[in-house]
């Protein structure tokens, strides 16, 4: 079992960008494609954007295409989540999340991902 750690949220201004990131406890990520959930306040978990194991497909939920960018590096430790233009309905709890099963494809339902983090907080001030 992979334990996630995500990283790099915080307060921003509308209009502003972040990165999160997603790392392995432990180990690497090379074995899963990879997902990125946010939660909004009184709202249920979105799918954001996800990835595939060897990286090179990419899917992303309509209202973020052209403002984020997935990602993951070459070591296949690290996940990453770039975030431009940000809004105050982009505020949210972000989650990274690992799809073990999908060998090639890339997980867009909350039920295909098998391990979660904590969580990091997202907020974007109008």
């Known amino acids: 079992q992979v334990q996630l750690v995500e990283s790099g949220g915080g307060l921003v201004q509308a209009g502003g960008s972040l990165r999160l990131s997603c790392r392995a406890s432990g180990g690497t990520l090379s074995s899963y494609a990879m997902g990125w959930i946010r939660q909004a306040p009184g709202k249920e978990r979105e799918f954001v954007a996800a990835?595939?194991?060897?990286?090179?497909?990419?899917n992303y939920a309509d209202s973020v295409k052209g403002r984020f960018t997935i990602s993951r590096d070459a070591a296949k430790t690290t996940v990453f989540l770039q975030m431009n233009s940000l809004r105050p309905e982009d505020t949210a709890v972000y989650y990274c999340?690992?799809?073990?099963?999908?060998?090639?494809?890339?997980?867009?339902?909350?039920?295909?991902?098998?391990?979660w983090g904590q969580g990091t907080q997202v907020t974007v001030s109008s």
């Open positions: 990835i595939s194991r060897s990286g090179s497909s990419t």
């Open positions: 999340a690992a799809d073990r099963r999908a060998l090639w494809g890339v997980p867009t339902t909350l039920e295909e991902y098998d391990y």
